[in-house]
């Protein structure tokens, strides 16, 4: 049994809140922009498109994020290629936050009402125009409250990656709780630590979701 | 043959799949009637009541699954309450979901329209009927979809308890996994597994929610 003074433990458990941060960062940019590519996969008319679309996101909305790591970092190193720690963490959260947030951007584009395209076709707007003018400015104001939401959930996604060994706030607060056998108060502090990180984007998410909601 | 490791090792596979689908509905069993209870407390219940769920509810919301789990199972036997792994699972799944369904249910309620309370009291319903066919059911028809999701995210949080040693689908995965050393094939096989699983537990959640919540809205 090691001892350390509270104030020590803190310290560790800071210096690897940062590879949470930047976990999280990745996570968030990289999804994000994958998200995107996948929502104009999703709007065009290819069928082709469509499908592998719907495949990807069933696939990772409905398997574990951990089954998904265990994949990319035992399985393809099995097949061949041999992943670093860090990067298979970056591209199981990017493409798992890549598939919910497409989802979410998807049903805010169709939310948008029908007569809004028919006008702005009758408007002799063409599809960039009416993208650009008239869906996307709506379906963006639908979208900030869910895509902030979602960033709490990236955000406690992270702490899966310490599975495969990405050694981030839940991987150190384990190993510190394992040599000073206080668990307690080693996971109490993580738990703090991580709900620091996540409440405020949380009010944050459902202030702008009120201020977005129309009263019915 | 890259698959044939299934036919030797079916038995657990079934084992493991059938332990992840229990420890699911079991946690949605206990969760949902704690959800409707806490959801309704938070609409209609007294200001310390709603401050110490709502106090409940935030935590849980806002820190990793993993960490109640790691806390209930390691932490809590300092105090006494020592619970088998499956026991912790259960546990820190239910406490989970009632957290998330909490605010669902709680939502629901809310959105019931004033005037329905008007028109409930003028048919002469007692105060029992009104909240069972005006308030509960109409609520919990509107969040149906949201509880279902909130469903199939129990069942893929659950994956972790595996790291506890509950023998869950995951646990048997990584078992057969050092056996077999066909790491891709096992890995992807139970994602599949995992795949069908959350698409019968929505599906027949989605048809039960419509058998049960719409025929008690015509009743």
Request: hydrophobic share 55%; with cysteine.
């Amino acid at each position: 049994m090691i001892s350390y003074t509270n104030p020590e433990i803190i310290a560790a458990l800071l210096l690897a809140t940062r590879y949470t941060l930047v976990l999280f960062f990745v996570g968030a940019i990289g999804g994000g922009v994958l998200a995107l590519l996948l929502l104009v996969m999703g709007l065009s008319k290819s069928r082709l498109l469509q499908r592998l679309l719907g495949a990807y996101v069933a696939f990772f909305q409905g398997t574990p994020l951990l089954m998904q790591l265990y994949l990319l970092f035992f399985g393809i190193a099995y097949l061949g290629v041999r992943l670093p720690t860090w990067a298979a963490a970056a591209i199981a959260l990017i493409a798992w936050s890549a598939a919910f947030l497409s989802e979410i951007w998807r049903g805010c584009v169709a939310a948008v009402p029908r007569g809004q395209w028919e006008a702005s076709s009758s408007l002799a707007m063409g599809y960039l125009e009416q993208m650009r003018y008239v869906i996307l400015p709506q379906a963006l104001t639908l979208a900030v409250g869910p895509t902030v939401g979602f960033l709490v959930d990236i955000m406690k996604a992270t702490a899966v990656t310490a599975i495969i060994g990405y050694v981030e706030l839940f991987q150190a607060g384990n190993a510190i709780a394992n040599t000073t056998f206080q668990p307690f108060k080693v996971y109490g502090m993580v738990a703090v630590i991580y709900f620091l990180l996540c409440w405020p984007v949380s009010l944050a998410a459902r202030r702008i979701e009120a201020r977005y909601t129309v009263p019915r | 043959m890259p698959f044939d490791w299934i036919i030797e090792y079916w038995d657990i596979l079934l084992g493991g799949a059938l332990r992840t689908i229990a420890l699911t509905l079991l946690a949605i069993a206990v969760a949902t009637p704690v959800s409707v209870l806490l959801g309704w407390a938070l609409v209609s219940g007294p200001g310390w009541g709603r401050a110490a769920i709502n106090a409940y509810v935030e935590l849980f919301r806002n820190t990793p699954y993993m960490i109640h789990l790691f806390f209930i199972f390691f932490a809590l036997p300092r105090f006494g309450i020592g619970l088998d792994p499956f026991g912790a699972a259960i546990a820190s799944l239910c406490l989970m979901v009632a957290a998330f369904g909490t605010k669902i249910v709680e939502s629901g309620l809310r959105a019931t329209p004033r005037g329905q309370h008007e028109a409930a009291a003028s048919l002469g319903m007692t105060a029992g009927q009104a909240f069972r066919h005006v308030t509960l059911v109409p609520a919990l028809a509107r969040v149906w979809p949201a509880l279902c999701s909130l469903a199939t995210m129990a069942l893929l949080d659950s994956a972790v308890v595996s790291l506890i040693a509950v023998e869950d689908l995951t646990w048997v995965t990584t078992f057969i996994e050092t056996r077999n050393f066909r790491s891709f094939e096992t890995f992807f096989f139970s994602s599949l597994v995992f795949l069908a699983i959350s698409y019968a537990l929505r599906r027949s959640l989605l048809a039960f929610g419509d058998r049960v919540l719409s025929r008690g809205m015509r009743a």
